[in-house]
Structure formats: C-alpha cells, structure tokens
C-alpha cells in the first residue's frame, strides 16, 4: 500500500468534505432528538463508502480510455467551473 497516496487522497477528500452537504445533512440527522446518533454515523458512512466507490469504479474505467494528461485537464476545468459558477449564484 502507498501510504504518501492514501495520506493523499485522504485528506483531499476530507478537506472537500467539511462543510460539504453531505456533512451538512448528516448534522441535521444526528441533532434529531429521536435519531439514534450510531445509525446515522453508518448511513452516513455507507453512503460515502459507495459513493467512493463508484467513483474509483469510474476513474478506473475513464483511466484506461483517456490519456491521464487530458483526464486532469478535463477534472481541473470542471473544479474551476463549478467554482466560477458558485460565485456567480452568490
């Protein structure tokens, strides 16, 4: 396993995470007086577990087709986008 990788991805993914609107919806889950705190934190997990996966799934597939090169240019130019668009609808 590389752990300068999964050090990587891990705290890309988080930092995208926090403040996110999967972090967002989990919070008013678990501040439900009636919710029990340990299944949302599961709900939670599971969701992101399979949303990565079909993410990996997706990449790995796209990897194989498209030359790396061009696949982060197309990744970079969405992120900017959705960037630009975020502070046009503010």
Do not use: C, H
């Amino acid at each position: 396993m590389d752990l300068r990788l999964l050090g990587t991805v891990f705290a890309t993914v988080f930092l995208a995470e926090l403040g996110d609107k999967t972090q967002l919806s989990t919070m008013l889950y678990a501040s439900g007086a009636a919710n029990q705190k340990w299944t949302v934190f599961a709900g939670s997990a599971l969701a992101l577990v399979v949303s990565a996966g079909l993410g990996t799934f997706a990449g790995s597939l796209l990897g194989e087709r498209l030359n790396p090169r061009l696949l982060s240019r197309i990744a970079g130019g969405a992120f900017i986008a959705v960037g630009a668009w975020t502070i046009l609808k503010a």
